[in-house]
């Protein structure tokens, strides 16, 4: 090792260009490079390609606009279409599955074979699709594509193995589940209404047999027309005309009636003995007026007409309500006998379904439970009690209850973390709830021997966060914390807080979580930060609050350097900047012309007040106005307990708070942290005369002013400094997707459209802030500019600037993008490591600050920790996105943190409590690997590895040219260490540490949305996180390992269950022809009688289901084995049950026969008056 140490500190000597060694050295993108290095170098890595696979785990959250519900009675399985053509299908907790159509094609309908372990699904591209669901990954096994008519209802009898099809010209086909051909059976429109009528009936908008008998088939017409049509002999046994159009039918369970639901919120019963009107016409809620006419009342979309035993039978519809009455929420009514009970809900309802004890449609019904698909939320009510209590959903169907903005993912958590949250958020639920077991409880789920506590954070736009337990790729809510109690309420006409009131003042930026030290960093929208501990105890506090002045008043602007394309420099040629000065304001202060003036965006609380146990706001941060001017966002964060250090910074500049002692260590520019160290010449422009008058002559955005792109290569940076908050501005959602940190961040000057306009440059005065909405990071879409020019098209999405600058009159403001606290070598003559702060910026300059920090418990809350001036400064292409530290053995160094303890506990006299420190530091491992670390650093462009403290380039990767990195991790996968990286172009890419050795490189999602790169995250143990729509976060996986063992982990869908037997319905009601009757649908639709069904029609697409079913029957021989003996048992149970009914019937024959035998001697001699 001692051999190693030397080589590595003589490659400062060998190194072309100054320590760093040249950047150009690299070679083309994806190549990755070392310095010209002996053969000494010699760090075992382990990792390898085959050690990487990208696949999807699991989907959490409610399907993002539902179009269609089903459920299966006896498997208790529930599936929800979705307008993307996602399927879910959930069970019980641990049994969520995701489908998704390849086609994209909304989901219209969905059709369970009940109790077989398959699904139907009904696209609006006119396909059916056959799934198997007897895989944990369902596939689809056949597809049908109806060339010349729509698909618009189905209906499925129970254990039929033939579909019905209604289509939008009124024809109604029919579908074999088995092979998925079609049937040469059709009724035609035109023969199922009379010769007579002249107006087509419309489209089929319902289908179903009867249950009385399952050869006649009702089916209804959207004009209002209902046909019975009779299978066998091929003709319509009644037919009835109504004025109305008709949304549903609902058959009572005897087959002598049905009900109607009708566009002018009526119901009608039809009694099958009359035909001609209907028995029975109500208006649920339309009352009778003044003038004796009825309310006009909404249509009722859909009615359910369910029997009891026990009681009345149930009328359960959506809808009906009367117009006149505006504002009111959708409702669900459920008529039970006299009872009417309107149950309101919160958004639209999609489609509701009754959950009943039997699958037979031929028997009472017995409803126990309705389930309500709205657009927003699934909601299952219970029938059983008479107040109709909805269940407590144990899904995460609430991940959207208000916009996700942020996400963060821990893996590999404390194990007592999760318990101690949940029993904290336990306090806090809701109450009321059905006391039943959720109903939709099939399928089942192990945990798995592959799991480890993992946590998944949301932070949202009202404020509030959310902590998951998502350990063995479940869901669960454990704690709910709300920022926005830390401040007072936002009133109208309360001067600052006056313009945030309708918005979103509170929206979560970033967090900021150490797990072990249990502290956790907010930054807010309106360039807040609240830091939080976390304690067993409720307590009265009084909320510390500091305000920071952080804002430039000189201008720097770059000047091309003499060797542009190579930004290598020495310390001695750079460029002293002129000082910055500010004048320092009271607070509240404004300036003459009325602007605000160190004033912050919101007003924390300043009374005590009193906090439940869970995380307490310890301190508060705000930036404050300057000179009519609002404080930019807050762009980056880093938080260490073991030093009692927060860092944040944004466009403007740095600040460095000591949260012990609650004092402000640093606040200055970024240009001021490089002393004389400074890589680029700034020229210093003379000072502004007025801050207003600058905003009409300066526009910000540089794509939006031809001055400053001079030629095509002119590069493009976006308004924003950091992916944490470039969406977050409303002007520039839907504007071009940049690489997000590759525009300058001005302080309150309007943004400008595409093209100068003159009069819109002062659309947003000096006093409004320029976050005026807390854009939810779920509902930005990318819309990309339409333009004919080479320039403006590359500029729109995949450009980034690089680190050369090419106009010396660039407005540019060099943003922190990103901090990292660590034990690390702040100078090349640093003998021993010391607590540091690395600082990132969006020119590619990474900084590496020391600083002096009291060791001893009483010291550090006395003595001031002392910041020294910049000691290392690194170049990278590109915005600096993440650092990470190894050792000289190629393993990862943790952060120091300091032990939890809980501050508001009682004090015990004879165990005082003292902070207990846990360093990493890399000096504890002389001896083995000898001094120094080596330091990772990561930007949109490219990753470098450096020798600390000689900072030497050892390794040099350009990641991509075409595109920029939105995210970058340096995560622990299989035993060892890797950077992984999400691009612009949606390739995920892993590389060795620190060789940067490409492993991985798949192109797995095209960037389509802003709400994807501002979601996505990584975590150790190959796992990763996203916002797959606006309601749903996707887990995804890039080790091999989880991959191999995902089938381990998912739910089965499918349980072998016995099917419930038919009820046996009694001699005289089958006598009297109450029983129903059966026919042999093969003999109807099959080939034989039927034919062939034109080629034409539909289309037979096979699917990929049936090979990936024999991989995993291949994967599963045993499980296979135990349903085949089930099977066998359940068909020996059956013939044995067959056997004794048999001989019950003999039986029962014998003794019919001897008392018919026995009446008829004693009645064969007996005149007929002596009767």
Not at 184 to 196: D, F, H, P, R, T
Not at 394 to 407: F, K, L, R
Not at 1042 to 1063: H, K, R, V, Y
Request: proline share 7%; glycine share 8%.
């Amino acid at each position: 090792m001692k051999k190693f140490r030397k080589v590595l500190d003589g490659l400062t000597t060998s190194s072309p260009g100054g320590p760093l060694g040249s950047p150009s050295c690299g070679s083309a993108a994806g190549t990755p490079t070392a310095a010209p290095t002996p053969r000494e170098i010699d760090i075992q890595e382990t990792l390898i390609s085959e050690n990487f696979q990208l696949c999807k785990t699991v989907r959490h959250g409610f399907p993002y606009q539902p179009t269609a519900l089903a459920f299966d009675p006896v498997q208790k399985i529930l599936a929800i279409g979705s307008r993307s053509g996602g399927v879910r299908i959930l069970g019980r907790p641990g049994v969520d599955c995701y489908c998704q159509h390849e086609s994209g094609a909304a989901v219209l309908q969905l059709q369970f074979l009940i109790n077989e372990g398959a699904l139907v699904t009904a696209c609006a591209d006119d396909t059916l699709h056959l799934w198997n669901l007897r895989q944990r990954r369902p596939a689809v096994l056949h597809s049908l594509k109806f060339n010349r008519e729509r698909i618009t209802f189905c209906h499925l009898p129970f254990q039929s193995k033939w579909l019905y099809v209604g289509t939008e010209r009124g024809n109604t086909h029919i579908v074999n589940i088995e092979s998925f051909i079609l049937s040469g059976y059709v009724i035609m429109w035109n023969k199922a209404i009379e010769l007579s009528t002249k107006t087509h009936p419309g489209p089929v908008v319902h289908l179903s047999d009867s249950p009385k008998d399952e050869g006649k088939l009702l089916i209804g017409f959207e004009s209002g027309t209902i046909v019975q049509w009779d299978l066998r002999v091929k003709k319509a046994d009644f037919r009835i005309y109504y004025d109305e159009a008709i949304h549903s039918v609902s058959w009572h369970h005897e087959g002598k009636q049905f009900m109607c639901s009708h566009s002018d919120g009526s119901l009608t019963l039809w009694n099958l003995r009359n035909t001609t009107k209907p028995f029975q016409v109500t208006f649920p809620h339309g009352k009778i007026q003044k003038d004796g006419k009825k309310e006009s009342c909404k249509p009722i979309l859909k009615v359910e007409y369910k029997t009891s035993r026990s009681s009345e039978p149930f009328v359960i519809f959506s809808g009906g309500l009367s117009y006149d009455k505006a504002g009111r929420r959708p409702t669900l009514t459920i008529m039970h006998g006299k009872a009417i009970t309107v149950l309101e809900m919160d958004y639209p309802i999609v489609e509701f379904m009754v959950l009943c004890e039997t699958p037979y449609n031929n028997e009472v019904q017995e409803p126990y439970a309705v389930v309500v698909l709205l657009e927003k939320d699934l909601i299952v009510v219970d029938l059983t009690q008479s107040n109709f209590p909805v269940f407590e959903n144990p899904y995460p169907m609430d991940i959207h209850e208000s916009p996700v903005t942020c996400t963060a993912y821990f893996a590999d958590c404390p194990p007592d973390i999760i318990p101690i949250l949940y029993s904290i958020g336990t306090k806090h639920k809701k109450t009321g709830y059905s006391q039943k077991e959720w109903p939709v409880s099939g399928g089942t789920w192990t945990l798995g021997s592959h799991t480890y506590p993992e946590i998944i954070i949301t932070g949202h736009a009202d404020g509030s966060i959310k902590f998951w337990d998502a350990s063995a790729i479940t869901l669960q809510m454990l704690y709910k914390l709300k920022t926005s109690k830390v401040f007072e309420k936002p009133k109208p006409g309360e001067g600052r807080s006056a313009e945030l009131v309708e918005e979103d003042p509170f929206a979560v930026q970033m967090v900021s979580w150490c797990p072990q030290s249990r502290i956790f960093c907010v930054v807010g929208i309106s360039a807040h930060i609240i830091l939080y501990r976390f304690s067993k105890y409720d307590a009265n506090t009084q909320i510390v609050s500091l305000e920071v002045r952080l804002q430039c008043e000189p201008e720097d602007v770059i000047s091309p350097s003499e060797n542009e394309n190579n930004p290598c420099f020495s310390e001695s040629g750079s460029h002293s900047p002129q000082p910055h000065h500010q004048q320092p304001a009271s607070p509240g202060n404004r300036t003459p012309e009325g602007m605000k003036d160190s004033v912050p965006c919101l007003k924390v609380k300043d009374r005590m007040v009193r906090v439940p146990p869970g995380y307490q706001s310890d301190l508060v941060i705000q930036l404050l106005w300057v000179d009519g001017e609002p404080p930019q966002q807050i762009t980056s964060l880093d938080i260490n307990s073991a030093y009692g250090l927060l860092a944040f910074g944004n466009c403007n500049g740095l600040a460095v708070v000591d949260y012990l002692q609650k004092a402000i260590l640093l606040c200055m520019s970024t240009l001021d942290l490089y002393g004389a160290t400074d890589p680029y010449q700034r020229l210093t422009r003379s000072p502004r005369r007025n801050r207003q008058s600058t905003s009409a002559h300066y526009p910000t955005s540089l794509h939006n002013d031809p001055r400053i792109l001079p030629e095509p290569v002119a590069s493009l940076r976006a308004s924003h400094c950091s992916p944490v908050f470039y969406l977050l501005d409303n002007d520039h959602v839907n504007g071009h997707c940049t690489s997000p940190t590759s525009q300058p961040c001005s302080a309150g000057k309007p943004r400008v459209p595409m093209v100068p306009e003159g009069p819109r440059l002062t659309r947003r005065g000096p006093g409004r802030p320029p976050f005026r909405k807390a854009q939810s990071a779920a509902c930005m879409e990318i819309s990309l500019p339409v333009s004919h020019t080479e320039e403006s098209r590359e500029n729109s999405f995949s450009r980034s600037r690089s680190s050369s600058v090419s106009s010396i009159d660039r407005d540019t403001k060099e943003a922190i993008t990103t901090l990292q606290f660590g034990e690390s070598y702040g100078r090349k003559s640093d003998a021993l490591p010391t607590p540091c702060l690395w600082v990132g910026t969006s020119l590619g300059v990474a900084l590496v600050i020391p600083m002096s920090i009291p060791t001893e418990q009483e010291e550090r809350m006395e003595e001031a920790v002392t910041i020294g001036p910049s000691g290392a400064v690194l170049m990278l292409k590109g915005s600096v996105l993440r650092f990470g530290f190894l050792d000289c053995m190629g393993a990862l160094i943790q952060s120091p943190y300091e032990v939890w303890r809980d501050l508001n506990a009682p004090e015990d006299p004879d165990r005082p409590r003292r902070r207990k420190l846990v360093n990493f530091s890399p000096s504890s491992s002389q001896d083995a690997c000898g001094e120094g670390h080596l330091a990772v650093v990561c930007s949109e462009r490219q990753a470098k590895v450096f020798l600390m403290p000689s900072q030497s380039c050892l390794f040099v990767h350009n990641i991509t040219e075409s595109s920029f990195v939105l995210r970058a991790d340096v995560v622990s996968v299989c035993n060892s260490v890797g950077l992984a990286c999400f691009c612009a172009n949606g390739h995920v890419m892993t590389l060795s540490l620190p060789s940067l050795r490409p492993l991985m490189d798949v192109n797995y999602l095209p960037l389509t949305d802003m709400r994807i790169a501002r979601t996505f995250c990584f975590t150790n143990g190959g796992q990763a996180l996203y916002l797959s729509s606006p309601t749903e976060i996707q887990r995804i996986t890039y080790s091999q390992e989880m991959c191999d063992n995902l089938q381990e982990m998912l739910g089965e869908l499918f349980t072998p269950i016995e099917t419930p037997e038919a009820q046996n319905r009694g001699f005289l009601k089958g006598f009297f022809g109450g029983n129903a009757q059966t026919f042999d649908r093969e003999e109807l639709f099959g080939e034989a009688a039927a034919g062939k069904a034109s080629r034409s029609l539909a289309q037979h697409i096979p699917g990929q289901g049936g090979v990936e079913g024999m991989k995993v029957a291949a994967s599963g021989v045993v499980g296979d084995l135990a349903r085949a003996r089930i099977a066998l048992d359940e068909r020996g149970q059956r013939l044995g049950e067959l056997e004794e009914r048999t001989a019950l019937m003999m039986t029962s024959a014998d003794t019919f026969s001897k008392h018919a035998h026995e009446l008829m001697l004693k009645c064969k001699d007996k005149k007929w008056y002596q009767f």
